[in-house]
């Protein structure tokens, strides 16, 4: 079985798609004590680290075949009046950049609001990908076209270790939308 593990875990709802999706959560980083006890609640059998990506060793985090990191998307998000990227952003960037070269992933995800792609947070990111011949792409997805009874649109990068000489990388098929009331329908 394929293994998952993710930075910036939140409440590991990325892991509860990743284990449908047939990969075994092993692993996550949140900073937040309260999200990461949620994220533990939510996979009892996943190891889940109370800390501060910038600080973690990751030459002791477990290696995985699937790694997603999900950073902070306050200072990016058009919620905010104030937003704009801070030296915080960029250590978190750069600590992302660490865990894939040090865990060399097979597959690489990341999920943010869609102003990060402008980033220089996101830039590094991207190179370090680059740098480590992994195929990769981004789109921005609305939720609501996967079978999610949301309308959210989020920025999502995909890349695969083995470079641009393997078969390229897909989005899924997109779903009729579904309203909220159909998707509990059945509560």
Not at 6 to 32: K, M, N, R
Not at 50 to 71: E, K, N
Not at 127 to 138: G, S, T, V
Request: net charge neutral; hydrophobic share 45%.
């Amino acid at each position: 079985m394929k293994t998952f593990a993710s930075l910036c875990t939140g409440g590991e709802l990325v892991g509860v798609g990743a284990q449908i999706a047939g990969l075994f959560p092993c692993g996550g980083i949140e900073y937040d004590p309260a999200i990461a006890a949620v994220a533990q609640r939510n996979h009892p059998n996943t190891h889940i680290i109370h800390a501060d990506v910038c600080t973690v060793s990751y030459d002791y985090f477990p290696r995985v075949d699937v790694l997603h990191a999900s950073p902070p998307c306050p200072n990016f998000s058009i919620a905010n009046k104030v937003r704009g990227e801070t030296t915080a952003d960029r250590a978190i960037a750069h600590a992302i950049t660490r865990a894939i070269a040090t865990i060399q992933p097979q597959v690489f995800t990341l999920d943010n609001v869609s102003a990060y792609q402008h980033s220089e947070s996101f830039k590094e990111i991207v190179q370090c990908l680059h740098d480590r011949d992994y195929a990769l792409e981004w789109h921005v997805l609305n939720a609501a076209d996967f079978g999610i009874p949301q309308t959210r649109k989020r920025l999502w990068l995909f890349a695969r270790a083995g470079g641009w000489m393997r078969a390229p990388l897909f989005l899924p098929k997109q779903q009729s939308r579904i309203s909220w009331y159909a998707a509990i329908a059945d509560i």
